[in-house]
């Protein structure tokens, strides 16, 4: 239940017949009625009009039509009320990582993780941005992949240089509506191989505290692949609100993607989900959907440790030419399944932020050898 009072300009009995039907509006996200939750803010008539005020602590614009119109549906039988007109914003909370102090601007810090490389975690990470972004928040990339840092060339930012005006912070680059910055813009692939964990670990959270970000909803890390010690360094370093683990269907990506929950959950961050990559292929002859790696191993993966299965993204040529392109498939083909994908995972996620808040105690922890 949200403490958050309500702007209530109503005359009763109509205020109760109001709040009771919006009472009866579940949150599909946060699995909340909307004022439990604390999305309605206030209420005022104006004549025969009814204004609503909404706040979203996650972003969700792509949802705003329909629930508008559900939302005008359940208030239509009320005498007092000829229209109903609804304002909604967007007021995400910083969810508190720990002791770990809070980086200047940033409320929230994601990190995507995977237990191998290859699995399509850096895809997942800017797509993932992008889409926090279409659903309206405002939101940063920090490409953290020091072994293989791809976030310039899927931005279509390969040229920039990041510059400082005041001789201790850089400005990011800015791509698609969002910030971002990587170890891609400083060290060249050869010299960056040559890092060790503890130097990596420590370039790393240089990076993120001095570069000058804007205010921010969310950050996504797209962090380096394994769960060794740099990935162990960073999470202990960096206020991590949440991860997000991607992994593929085949059995031995799975296996290290546990390790990658195993990792979280020792360092106490909440684990907001699983995506699976490459979950499987359509057809382009007959349109059958197809699993070449098999199914059901982010389902069950998910099951074993309770976190939930943000969702899945077929293998796909065009996922790779639009990253490839710097055009990832939010921006490229907003209008796509892919993309609808993409933003349906970026709500979850940020939905589940909000739920998992707390660290559950019960969590089962298995500690790796490795
Ligand atoms: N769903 C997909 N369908 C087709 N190609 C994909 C998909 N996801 C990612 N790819 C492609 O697979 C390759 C690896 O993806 P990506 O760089 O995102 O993986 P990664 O896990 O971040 O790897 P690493 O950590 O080793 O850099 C890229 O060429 C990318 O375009």
């Known amino acids: 239940?949200?403490?958050?009072?309500?702007?209530?300009?109503?005359?009763?009995?109509?205020?109760?017949?109001?709040?009771?039907?919006?009472?009866?509006?579940?949150?599909?996200?946060?699995?909340?009625?909307?004022?439990?939750?604390?999305?309605?803010?206030?209420?005022?008539?104006?004549?025969?009009?009814?204004?609503?005020?909404?706040?979203?602590?996650?972003?969700?614009?792509?949802?705003?039509?329909?629930?508008?119109?559900?939302?005008?549906?359940?208030?239509?039988?009320?005498?007092?009320?000829?229209?109903?007109?609804?304002?909604?914003?967007?007021?995400?909370?910083?969810?508190?990582?720990?002791?770990?102090?809070?980086?200047?601007?940033?409320?929230?810090?994601?990190?995507?993780?995977?237990?191998?490389?290859?699995?399509?975690?850096?895809?997942?990470?800017?797509?993932?941005?992008?889409?926090?972004?279409?659903?309206?928040?405002?939101?940063?990339?920090?490409d953290a992949d020091i072994y293989g840092p791809s976030v310039p060339i899927m931005l279509g930012v390969t040229d920039f240089r990041p510059v400082s005006y005041d001789g201790k912070t850089m400005a990011p680059a800015f791509a698609h509506g969002i910030a971002a910055m990587s170890i891609g813009f400083m060290v060249t692939e050869d010299n960056a191989a040559a890092w060790r964990g503890p130097m990596a670990a420590g370039a790393?959270?240089?990076?993120?505290?001095?570069?000058?970000?804007?205010?921010?909803?969310?950050?996504?890390?797209?962090?380096?692949?394994?769960?060794?010690?740099?990935?162990?360094?960073?999470?202990?370093?960096?206020?991590?609100?949440?991860?997000?683990?991607?992994?593929?269907?085949?059995?031995?990506?799975?296996?290290?993607?546990?390790k990658g929950i195993t990792l979280f959950n020792k360092v106490n961050i909440p684990v907001l989900g699983i995506v699976e990559n490459m979950s499987y292929h359509i057809c382009s002859q007959c349109g059958s959907k197809e699993h070449p790696f098999g199914t059901g191993g982010g389902i069950e993966t998910a099951k074993r440790y309770n976190v939930p299965l943000l969702g899945d993204l077929p293998l796909n040529l065009t996922i790779r030419e639009h990253v490839d392109s710097g055009q990832p498939s939010v921006i490229a083909e907003p209008e796509g399944e892919i993309a609808a994908a993409y933003r349906e995972i970026a709500r979850k996620a940020a939905a589940a932020l909000l739920a998992r808040s707390e660290p559950e105690p019960s969590l089962a922890i298995e500690i790796s050898s490795d």
């Open 204 to 258: 790393l959270v240089q990076l993120l505290e001095e570069t000058q970000w804007p205010e921010l909803d969310y950050l996504v890390i797209d962090m380096p692949p394994g769960t060794g010690d740099i990935q162990l360094t960073l999470s202990q370093k960096v206020p991590v609100s949440g991860a997000v683990i991607v992994t593929t269907p085949q059995e031995i990506a799975t296996s290290d993607a546990r």
């Open 1 to 142: 239940m949200s403490d958050q009072a309500i702007r209530n300009g109503l005359p009763e009995p109509l205020s109760s017949a109001v709040i009771a039907r919006l009472e009866q509006h579940i949150d599909p996200y946060l699995e909340q009625d909307i004022v439990s939750a604390g999305i309605v803010r206030a209420l005022e008539l104006d004549g025969r009009r009814l204004q609503l005020g909404l706040a979203f602590p996650y972003p969700c614009k792509s949802q705003y039509r329909d629930l508008v119109m559900a939302l005008t549906e359940k208030l239509s039988d009320l005498d007092e009320v000829d229209e109903v007109e609804c304002e909604i914003g967007l007021a995400v909370p910083a969810i508190s990582a720990g002791s770990i102090p809070a980086i200047p601007n940033i409320r929230n810090v994601i990190a995507v993780a995977s237990g191998k490389g290859g699995v399509g975690k850096s895809t997942t990470a800017i797509n993932l941005a992008l889409a926090l972004s279409a659903e309206g928040a405002r939101v940063g990339v920090l």
